[in-house]
Nanobody
């Protein structure tokens, strides 16, 4: 079992930055991939980025490449998502997710992740 708690959401103007954090407890994260998804009202959760805990390899959704950066702090069992150059269309609830032994083709599929945080709201004003 992995428990995830996100922090760091808020209200920011377009062009601004936020840093989201997700603390994981309850299990070793060796072999896990930690990911961020986002969800807007009436839509399914959409993949944003993921990181392999063991080798730090990262994966991004095309719309956020060059603006968002995912990283992990193994000493604190924490994964971060740095959001730069924010746009109004980035407004969403952002969720942290964890799954073990995921193959690359499943990384962007929310059903592949059994563990989820409660979400944190990011609102970007124009």
């Amino acid at each position: 079992q992995v428990q995830l708690v996100e922090t760091g959401g808020g209200l920011v103007q377009a062009g601004g930055s936020l840093k989201l954090s997700c603390v994981a407890t309850g299990s070793s994260l060796s072999g896990y991939k930690l990911a961020w998804f986002r969800q807007t009202t009436g839509k399914d959760r959409a993949f944003v980025a993921a990181i392999s805990w063991s080798d730090r390899r990262t994966y991004y959704e095309d719309a956020v490449k060059g603006r968002f950066t995912i990283s992990r702090d193994s000493a604190k069992n924490t994964v971060h998502l740095q959001l730069n150059s924010l746009r109004p269309e980035d407004t969403a609830v952002y969720y942290c997710a964890a799954g073990s032994r995921l193959i690359l083709s499943s990384l962007r599929n929310e059903a592949a992740y059994p563990y989820w945080g409660q979400g944190t709201q990011v609102t970007v004003s124009s």
